[in-house]
């Protein structure tokens, strides 16, 4: 009978914990890059988990059921959108049991939501590989459309919790002040290499060329999602000579191997540029994206 | 006459006049619209209005499966065959803000008469918002018993199915018309845990139970836990049990564990993976009051991911049958997968089996899977 009683105090204990850790807005978002931007702008009224890690290829990530819990107990859920999750977010969702963030919810926040977005095609064709039949879904790698991103997540919070706006909007605006006077620092470091020609492993770098005026020349993936083929890397191999091109630049979830061999035939260098926040350990906060991935470009171009 | 000819011509050149002069002034406007039009066009095209997210349709998400298959078997009156094995069609959409729908019709070849029959496969309704975070489905669905009956033969990584999921639950599953409830169990320990209850008609064709004429169905229960052992690792329990109607007047009880560990580095997830399965099924099978059937079977499979495309399995069989424990089967077998893209794969299976009551023979098969349309994910 004793143990029965000190069962129930404890169980008492823990619920009287889990109230106080209640009072925290849960965030369930897909990337670590709107986990970093969903802190920044929740600050200390919010609870934050990222299912994918930074170094993760976030087309492919695993459903794993340990997921569901999280998102069970969420109060938002924070999606790139795009389709660039289709492959594990829906089976997530649908097993989540929580109505509050599916699909049109009000804890539903798709990121990319009034986004500017490059490549959308006007028409879709598998045979085209791995195309985004909304447009190219990679637009967090701009630090630009990072403040969109920031405003739709502070959009949720406001939803969330009312009573938190002016906490969320002082936030907002110290967000994008700061990446205002980032973005101009990393464009003055970047600018000397302006229009620099490159060559990219995979289709996800549109949104960080244009910023910074870069010059994506070719894909070592001869269609999105397709891996590299020996004709893909012939033909690579003749545009970086002929074009005397620098630089490869790769993500971390690729294996290096092809891009290797093109920079031994070429002498061109490969640069492995961090996709998220995380991609390093050091890479903490979405600031520390572009401070990383600058610092890489400018030390290769050099 | 001729006044008339001339007021005629002139009333005509007149009009003409007017309709030409008219017809400068809308072409001239008709251009200076063109021109507004394309400034507009200009301007909208340096800052884009924001695009349509979504398709503006309420069709449901649909696809079609291909299952192209060959075989050769040895001691066999025909030892090679090409056959269309099955065609999948899914629908699958949310039904409204309280449930969502999927649909997987069939057209497969009965493999005794080579002629295709229509089937619905699955079609039930989920609801996304119970409370107390439950979830109930209601239809005709593949029951959630262990690892192998709730996924479609397409996905999974052998062409073959395991001969003691065959023997006693038959080529189809369990796949039947019902109610399931599933529960998310609240836990101290804060890992996956899923409680699965179902109730089902009784299935029409499957050698351990059956549709019974009179009140008695299918009863199932199923706890799944899940544990992440670390960032790359992770392992699933799941324990199921079932009561139902078999072909005599009496009942058939059955127990099933399924036990799978998983490998995968989060980095190169994509080049890289390794999977243990295993899953044995008990069962009790009363046919009368004095003959009682206690037989298994299990199996355990790898599959090792070799490079980005290709996927090795081995797989090792032993079972019983429902209806006696007296025969044995054993069998090995060896698959390799070429997957070429996440919307086709082709696989090639060599199988031995011996047993006690036939002479071991071989199999070769070869299965080619395609898919068209938005294919769902498939489940962890």
């Avoid at chain 1, 069962?7 to 890059?33: C, E, M, R």
């Avoid at chain 1, 938002?76 to 829906?90: A, K, S, Y």
């Avoid at chain 2, 025909?78 to 629908?91: K, P, V, W």
């Avoid at chain 2, 039904?95 to 019709?105: E, H, N, T």
């Amino acid at each position: 009978m004793k143990h029965y009683f000190s069962l129930i105090i404890i169980l008492l204990i823990v619920s009287v914990f889990s109230l106080y850790a209640d009072s925290k807005i849960k965030v369930v978002t897909t990337l670590p890059d709107l986990k970093s931007i969903t802190e920044e702008i929740g600050g200390d009224k919010v609870d934050v988990f990222a299912i994918a890690t930074g170094y993760q290829n976030p087309h492919f990530v695993d459903p794993k059921p340990s997921y569901i819990l999280k998102l069970a107990k969420a109060d938002l859920f924070v999606t790139v959108g795009l389709d660039l999750e289709t492959g594990w977010v829906p089976p997530l969702l649908n097993s989540a049991r929580n109505a509050k963030i599916q699909k049109g919810s009000e804890g539903y926040i798709d990121a990319s939501t009034n986004v500017p977005l490059l490549q959308v095609p006007s028409s879709v064709n598998r045979a085209e590989g791995d195309i985004h039949i909304y447009g190219n879904p990679h637009f967090w790698i701009d630090p630009v459309r990072g403040k969109q991103i920031a405003e739709n997540i502070f959009q949720g919070l406001v939803k969330a919790s009312p009573d938190n706006q002016n906490y969320f909007q002082t936030n907002l605006k110290t967000f994008n002040d700061r990446i205002d006077t980032k973005t101009k620092e990393w464009i003055t470091r970047m600018a000397p290499y302006k229009g620099s020609k490159i060559i990219a492993y995979h289709n996800e770098w549109p949104y960080f060329e244009e910023r910074f005026g870069l010059k994506i020349v070719d894909f070592l993936e001869p269609k999105p999602g397709i891996p590299p083929s020996p004709n893909q890397l012939v033909k690579v191999i003749g545009e970086i000579k002929r074009e005397n091109i620098k630089v490869i630049i790769s993500s971390p979830y690729f294996t290096t191997e092809s891009a290797d061999l093109v920079a031994r035939q070429t002498g061109a260098k490969v640069v492995v540029l961090a996709t998220s926040v995380g991609a390093e350990e050091h890479i903490k906060t979405f600031f520390d994206l572009f401070d990383y991935n600058v610092n890489k470009l400018v030390e290769a171009f050099k | 006459m001729n006044r008339l000819k001339t007021v005629i011509t002139i009333t005509w050149f007149s009009a003409c006049l007017v309709y030409s002069q008219m017809d400068s002034t809308a072409v001239d406007s008709l251009l200076l619209k063109r021109i507004e039009l394309q400034t507009q066009q200009t301007q909208q095209q340096v800052s884009p209005p924001p695009q349509a997210r979504s398709s503006a349709s309420t069709n449901p998400n649909m696809s079609a499966i291909g299952d192209f298959q060959g075989s050769y078997r040895n001691m066999a009156d025909r030892n090679f065959d090409l056959f269309f094995n099955e065609a999948e069609f899914s629908f699958q959409s949310f039904v409204d803000p309280y449930a969502r729908a999927d649909f997987f019709l069939s057209v497969a070849r009965d493999a005794s008469s080579g002629k295709f029959e229509a089937d619905i496969e699955e079609a039930y309704l989920t609801t996304i918002d119970l409370p107390a975070n439950l979830q109930l489905k209601a239809g005709k669905f593949r029951m959630s018993l262990g690892r192998i009956n709730p996924v479609h033969p397409h996905a999974l990584p052998f062409i073959d199915l395991p001969n003691a999921f065959v023997n006693f639950f038959g080529e189809d599953g369990v796949k039947d018309e019902g109610l399931s409830l599933s529960w998310l169990v609240p836990n101290p320990f804060d890992f996956y845990q899923e409680l699965t209850l179902e109730v089902t008609n009784g299935p029409l064709d499957n050698p351990s139970f059956t549709r019974s004429p009179i009140s008695k169905y299918l009863y199932f229960g199923h706890l799944k836990n899940f544990w992440d052992l670390t960032e790359n690792a992770t392992l699933e329990l799941g324990l199921s049990g079932m009561v139902g109607a078999n072909d005599s007047s009496f009942s058939t009880t059955m127990g099933a564990v399924d036990l799978t560990y998983k490998w995968k580095p989060l980095q190169y997830n994509t080049y890289q993976s390794f999977v243990w399965q295993s899953e044995a099924y008990f069962s009790k099978a009363k046919y009368a009051e004095d003959a009682v059937v206690n037989s298994w079977g299990i199996y355990s499979f790898i599959t090792y991911q070799l490079e980005k495309r290709w996927f090795l399995t081995g797989r090792f069989d032993y079972s019983n049958f429902p209806f006696s424990s007296a025969l044995v089967e054993r069998a090995y077998s060896a698959a390799l997968g070429w997957y070429a893209t996440e919307f086709q794969k082709i696989e090639l299976e060599g199988k031995t089996t011996t047993s006690n009551f036939q002479d071991q023979y071989y199999q070769a098969m070869l299965r080619w899977i395609f898919v068209i349309g938005s294919h769902g994910a498939h489940a962890y």
